[in-house]
Protein backbone atom coordinates (compact mmCIF):
# COMPACT_ATOMS: atom_id res chain seq x y z
CA UNK A 1 0.00 0.00 0.00
CA UNK A 2 2.62 2.43 0.74
CA UNK A 3 4.40 1.82 -2.27
CA UNK A 4 1.15 2.61 -4.36
CA UNK A 5 1.12 6.21 -2.64
CA UNK A 6 4.69 6.60 -3.08
CA UNK A 7 4.31 6.01 -7.29
CA UNK A 8 1.47 8.08 -6.92
CA UNK A 9 3.79 11.08 -5.34
CA UNK A 10 6.01 10.36 -7.64
CA UNK A 11 3.82 10.48 -10.49
CA UNK A 12 2.11 13.82 -9.36
CA UNK A 13 5.62 15.20 -8.69
CA UNK A 14 6.63 14.41 -12.53
CA UNK A 15 3.10 15.79 -13.35
CA UNK A 16 3.54 19.09 -11.79
CA UNK A 17 7.11 19.52 -12.17
CA UNK A 18 6.56 18.93 -15.84
CA UNK A 19 3.61 21.48 -16.08
CA UNK A 20 5.91 24.05 -13.86
CA UNK A 21 8.25 23.74 -17.04
CA UNK A 22 5.70 24.00 -19.65
CA UNK A 23 4.27 26.45 -17.71
CA UNK A 24 7.95 28.48 -17.73
CA UNK A 25 8.57 27.80 -21.05
CA UNK A 26 5.02 28.77 -22.72
CA UNK A 27 3.53 30.94 -20.03
CA UNK A 28 5.16 34.13 -21.09
CA UNK A 29 4.63 33.46 -25.26
CA UNK A 30 0.76 32.87 -24.40
CA UNK A 31 0.60 35.95 -22.41
CA UNK A 32 2.65 37.96 -25.15
CA UNK A 33 0.34 36.28 -27.89
CA UNK A 34 -2.98 37.52 -25.61
CA UNK A 35 -1.19 41.15 -25.53
CA UNK A 36 -0.40 40.95 -28.95
CA UNK A 37 -3.85 39.97 -29.78
CA UNK A 38 -5.80 42.28 -27.85
CA UNK A 39 -3.61 45.29 -29.26
CA UNK A 40 -3.70 44.17 -32.25
CA UNK A 41 -7.45 44.28 -32.55
CA UNK A 42 -7.22 47.46 -31.29
CA UNK A 43 -4.85 48.48 -33.93
CA UNK A 44 -6.91 47.05 -37.01
CA UNK A 45 -10.60 48.63 -35.70
CA UNK A 46 -9.01 51.98 -35.67
CA UNK A 47 -7.13 51.50 -39.05
CA UNK A 48 -10.57 50.42 -40.45
CA UNK A 49 -12.32 53.24 -39.01
CA UNK A 50 -10.14 55.60 -40.49
CA UNK A 51 -10.15 54.17 -43.64
CA UNK A 52 -14.11 54.24 -43.60
CA UNK A 53 -13.93 57.87 -42.80
CA UNK A 54 -11.25 58.82 -45.49
CA UNK A 55 -13.47 57.02 -48.33
CA UNK A 56 -16.39 59.40 -47.17
CA UNK A 57 -14.31 62.33 -46.81
CA UNK A 58 -12.74 61.12 -51.03
CA UNK A 59 -16.61 60.23 -51.40
CA UNK A 60 -15.90 56.85 -52.79
CA UNK A 61 -19.12 54.85 -54.13
CA UNK A 62 -20.79 53.17 -50.92
CA UNK A 63 -20.23 49.44 -52.76
CA UNK A 64 -17.07 49.70 -52.83
CA UNK A 65 -16.17 51.46 -50.10
CA UNK A 66 -17.74 48.44 -48.06
CA UNK A 67 -15.91 46.14 -50.18
CA UNK A 68 -12.39 47.64 -49.20
CA UNK A 69 -13.50 48.60 -45.43
CA UNK A 70 -14.49 44.05 -45.13
CA UNK A 71 -11.81 43.39 -46.98
CA UNK A 72 -9.36 45.21 -45.00
CA UNK A 73 -10.40 43.91 -41.87
CA UNK A 74 -11.09 40.54 -42.70
CA UNK A 75 -7.35 40.17 -44.20
CA UNK A 76 -5.94 42.02 -41.38
CA UNK A 77 -7.70 40.41 -38.49
CA UNK A 78 -6.34 36.61 -40.72
CA UNK A 79 -2.89 38.14 -40.74
CA UNK A 80 -3.01 38.65 -36.87
CA UNK A 81 -4.37 35.68 -35.42
CA UNK A 82 -1.51 33.99 -37.86
CA UNK A 83 0.91 35.75 -35.80
CA UNK A 84 -0.37 35.38 -32.71
CA UNK A 85 -0.56 31.37 -33.45
CA UNK A 86 3.08 31.37 -34.64
CA UNK A 87 4.01 33.48 -31.44
CA UNK A 88 2.60 30.56 -29.48
CA UNK A 89 4.25 27.97 -31.20
CA UNK A 90 1.49 26.47 -33.53
CA UNK A 91 3.09 25.51 -37.19
CA UNK A 92 1.40 28.25 -39.38
CA UNK A 93 3.30 26.85 -42.72
CA UNK A 94 1.32 24.11 -43.49
CA UNK A 95 -1.91 26.35 -42.96
CA UNK A 96 -0.81 28.82 -45.59
CA UNK A 97 0.11 26.66 -48.07
CA UNK A 98 -3.37 25.20 -47.99
CA UNK A 99 -4.58 28.45 -47.75
CA UNK A 100 -2.33 29.48 -50.94
CA UNK A 101 -3.11 25.91 -53.15
CA UNK A 102 -7.36 26.81 -51.99
CA UNK A 103 -6.78 30.27 -53.45
CA UNK A 104 -5.16 29.43 -56.77
CA UNK A 105 -7.90 26.45 -57.27
CA UNK A 106 -10.26 28.89 -56.44
CA UNK A 107 -9.04 31.37 -58.83
CA UNK A 108 -8.61 29.16 -61.92
CA UNK A 109 -12.33 27.99 -61.08
CA UNK A 110 -13.65 31.46 -61.26
CA UNK A 111 -11.40 33.13 -63.79
CA UNK A 112 -14.74 35.49 -65.75
CA UNK A 113 -15.74 36.12 -62.30
CA UNK A 114 -12.47 37.35 -60.94
CA UNK A 115 -12.44 39.72 -64.41
CA UNK A 116 -16.03 41.19 -63.34
CA UNK A 117 -14.85 41.45 -60.10
CA UNK A 118 -11.57 43.57 -61.05
CA UNK A 119 -13.92 45.80 -63.26
CA UNK A 120 -16.19 46.51 -61.34
CA UNK A 121 -13.70 48.26 -58.56
CA UNK A 122 -11.97 49.72 -61.45
CA UNK A 123 -15.63 51.48 -61.99
CA UNK A 124 -16.64 51.80 -58.98
CA UNK A 125 -13.04 53.41 -58.19
CA UNK A 126 -12.73 55.76 -61.83
CA UNK A 127 -16.26 56.53 -61.80
CA UNK A 128 -16.46 56.74 -65.79
CA UNK A 129 -20.34 56.58 -65.28
CA UNK A 130 -22.36 57.10 -62.09
CA UNK A 131 -26.40 55.59 -61.02
CA UNK A 132 -28.88 58.15 -63.37
CA UNK A 133 -26.36 59.06 -66.17
CA UNK A 134 -27.26 58.10 -69.66
CA UNK A 135 -24.25 55.70 -71.73
CA UNK A 136 -23.89 53.75 -75.01
CA UNK A 137 -22.09 50.82 -74.07
CA UNK A 138 -21.67 47.39 -74.85
CA UNK A 139 -24.52 48.17 -78.16
CA UNK A 140 -26.54 49.41 -75.25
CA UNK A 141 -27.94 52.62 -74.78
CA UNK A 142 -29.81 53.62 -72.04
CA UNK A 143 -29.64 54.43 -67.83
CA UNK A 144 -27.66 52.92 -65.78
CA UNK A 145 -29.48 52.11 -62.53
CA UNK A 146 -26.99 50.32 -60.44
CA UNK A 147 -23.56 49.48 -59.80
CA UNK A 148 -22.68 46.60 -58.43
CA UNK A 149 -19.20 44.40 -57.91
CA UNK A 150 -19.87 42.33 -60.48
CA UNK A 151 -21.94 43.33 -62.97
CA UNK A 152 -24.00 46.98 -64.56
CA UNK A 153 -27.77 47.26 -64.84
CA UNK A 154 -28.79 49.05 -67.77
CA UNK A 155 -32.52 50.16 -68.59
CA UNK A 156 -32.92 51.13 -72.10
CA UNK A 157 -35.11 53.62 -73.59
CA UNK A 158 -37.69 50.63 -74.62
CA UNK A 159 -37.70 49.81 -70.80
CA UNK A 160 -35.33 46.77 -71.22
CA UNK A 161 -33.44 45.90 -68.69
CA UNK A 162 -29.61 44.95 -69.65
CA UNK A 163 -27.33 43.13 -67.29
CA UNK A 164 -23.70 43.90 -68.39
CA UNK A 165 -20.72 41.84 -67.17
CA UNK A 166 -17.74 44.65 -65.33
CA UNK A 167 -15.20 42.86 -67.17
CA UNK A 168 -16.46 43.58 -70.56
CA UNK A 169 -17.60 47.15 -69.43
CA UNK A 170 -14.43 48.30 -68.47
CA UNK A 171 -12.40 46.72 -71.03
CA UNK A 172 -14.32 48.29 -73.88
CA UNK A 173 -15.16 52.31 -74.86
CA UNK A 174 -17.99 53.68 -73.28
CA UNK A 175 -20.08 56.79 -74.40
CA UNK A 176 -21.45 58.88 -71.39
CA UNK A 177 -23.99 60.96 -72.76
CA UNK A 178 -24.84 63.16 -69.28
CA UNK A 179 -21.75 64.06 -67.88
CA UNK A 180 -21.14 67.11 -69.99
CA UNK A 181 -24.08 69.90 -69.57
CA UNK A 182 -24.60 70.88 -72.92
CA UNK A 183 -24.02 69.10 -76.35
CA UNK A 184 -24.14 70.39 -80.07
CA UNK A 185 -27.09 69.29 -82.67
CA UNK A 186 -26.78 68.53 -85.87
CA UNK A 187 -29.18 68.40 -88.76
CA UNK A 188 -28.52 67.91 -92.97
CA UNK A 189 -31.01 69.72 -95.01
CA UNK A 190 -30.69 68.95 -98.76
CA UNK A 191 -32.47 71.16 -101.42
CA UNK A 192 -32.62 71.33 -104.81
CA UNK A 193 -29.72 72.68 -107.34
CA UNK A 194 -31.88 75.65 -108.26
CA UNK A 195 -33.11 76.92 -105.25
CA UNK A 196 -31.37 80.29 -103.83
CA UNK A 197 -28.52 79.24 -101.26
CA UNK A 198 -28.89 82.30 -99.29
CA UNK A 199 -32.34 82.23 -98.98
CA UNK A 200 -32.19 79.19 -97.37
CA UNK A 201 -29.22 79.45 -95.22
CA UNK A 202 -31.62 82.67 -93.88
CA UNK A 203 -34.68 80.05 -93.13
CA UNK A 204 -32.63 77.47 -91.33
CA UNK A 205 -31.30 80.28 -88.80
CA UNK A 206 -34.57 81.73 -88.63
CA UNK A 207 -36.03 78.34 -87.18
CA UNK A 208 -32.70 78.29 -85.09
CA UNK A 209 -32.57 81.66 -83.78
CA UNK A 210 -36.35 81.24 -82.56
CA UNK A 211 -35.98 78.33 -80.39
CA UNK A 212 -35.35 79.35 -77.14
CA UNK A 213 -34.30 76.31 -76.03
CA UNK A 214 -30.95 76.78 -78.52
CA UNK A 215 -28.51 78.72 -76.78
CA UNK A 216 -27.08 81.92 -77.97
CA UNK A 217 -23.73 80.76 -77.04
CA UNK A 218 -21.99 79.13 -78.91
CA UNK A 219 -24.60 80.68 -81.72
CA UNK A 220 -26.08 78.41 -84.14
CA UNK A 221 -24.23 78.10 -87.46
CA UNK A 222 -25.52 76.98 -90.72
CA UNK A 223 -23.17 76.39 -93.96
CA UNK A 224 -23.22 74.85 -97.17
CA UNK A 225 -21.90 71.39 -96.83
CA UNK A 226 -21.61 69.32 -100.13
CA UNK A 227 -22.77 69.01 -103.13
CA UNK A 228 -24.55 65.66 -103.38
CA UNK A 229 -25.94 63.40 -106.58
CA UNK A 230 -29.46 65.38 -106.20
CA UNK A 231 -29.25 67.92 -103.80
CA UNK A 232 -27.70 70.90 -102.41
CA UNK A 233 -26.71 69.41 -98.82
CA UNK A 234 -26.87 72.53 -95.93
CA UNK A 235 -25.20 71.53 -92.53
CA UNK A 236 -26.89 73.05 -89.39
CA UNK A 237 -25.48 73.26 -85.16
CA UNK A 238 -26.77 74.54 -82.53
CA UNK A 239 -25.73 73.85 -78.94
CA UNK A 240 -28.59 72.63 -76.27
CA UNK A 241 -28.84 71.87 -73.12
CA UNK A 242 -28.22 67.67 -72.50
CA UNK A 243 -31.65 66.94 -71.30
CA UNK A 244 -33.16 69.06 -74.40
CA UNK A 245 -31.28 67.67 -77.09
CA UNK A 246 -33.68 64.66 -78.88
CA UNK A 247 -36.81 67.04 -78.04
CA UNK A 248 -34.97 70.20 -80.07
CA UNK A 249 -33.81 67.48 -82.90
CA UNK A 250 -37.22 66.22 -83.80
CA UNK A 251 -38.63 69.68 -83.76
CA UNK A 252 -36.47 71.19 -85.75
CA UNK A 253 -36.95 68.83 -88.56
CA UNK A 254 -40.44 70.08 -88.29
CA UNK A 255 -39.75 73.22 -88.22
CA UNK A 256 -37.36 73.33 -90.99
CA UNK A 257 -39.82 71.45 -93.49
CA UNK A 258 -42.77 73.64 -92.58
CA UNK A 259 -40.59 76.71 -93.42
CA UNK A 260 -39.53 75.03 -96.37
CA UNK A 261 -43.16 74.24 -97.95
CA UNK A 262 -44.16 78.05 -97.14
CA UNK A 263 -41.39 79.88 -98.91
CA UNK A 264 -41.69 76.94 -101.68
CA UNK A 265 -37.95 75.26 -101.50
CA UNK A 266 -37.67 72.32 -103.22
CA UNK A 267 -36.93 69.17 -100.75
CA UNK A 268 -35.72 66.79 -103.92
CA UNK A 269 -35.70 62.82 -104.12
CA UNK A 270 -33.19 60.67 -105.80
CA UNK A 271 -33.34 61.07 -109.15
CA UNK A 272 -31.43 59.66 -112.40
CA UNK A 273 -31.51 60.74 -116.06
CA UNK A 274 -32.08 57.48 -118.07
CA UNK A 275 -31.06 58.39 -121.71
CA UNK A 276 -32.42 55.69 -124.29
CA UNK A 277 -30.23 54.97 -127.91
CA UNK A 278 -31.86 53.01 -130.94
CA UNK A 279 -30.17 51.01 -132.32
CA UNK A 280 -29.46 51.35 -136.18
CA UNK A 281 -30.86 48.11 -138.42
CA UNK A 282 -28.03 48.53 -140.56
Known sequence: MESDLSQITDSTVEVAA?????????????????LTLIIGLWIVNRFVAMMQRGMEARRVEATL???????????????????????????????????????????????GSLANFAGGVLILLFRPFRVGE???????LGTVREIQIFHTVIKTFDNRTIIVPNGALSNDKITNLSREETRRVEWTFGVSYEDDIRKV?????????????????????CVLAEFGDSSVNFMARAWVNADDLWSVFWDMN?????????????????????????????
Open 65 to 111: ASFLRNLANIGLKALLLLSVASMIGIATTSFIAVLAAAGLAVGLALQ
Open 134 to 140: VVDAQGF
Open 254 to 282: ERVKTAFDAAEVTIPFPQRDVHLFQASKD
Open 18 to 34: TLIEMGMLYGPRALLAL
Open 201 to 221: KDLILEQLRSDDRILAEPAPT
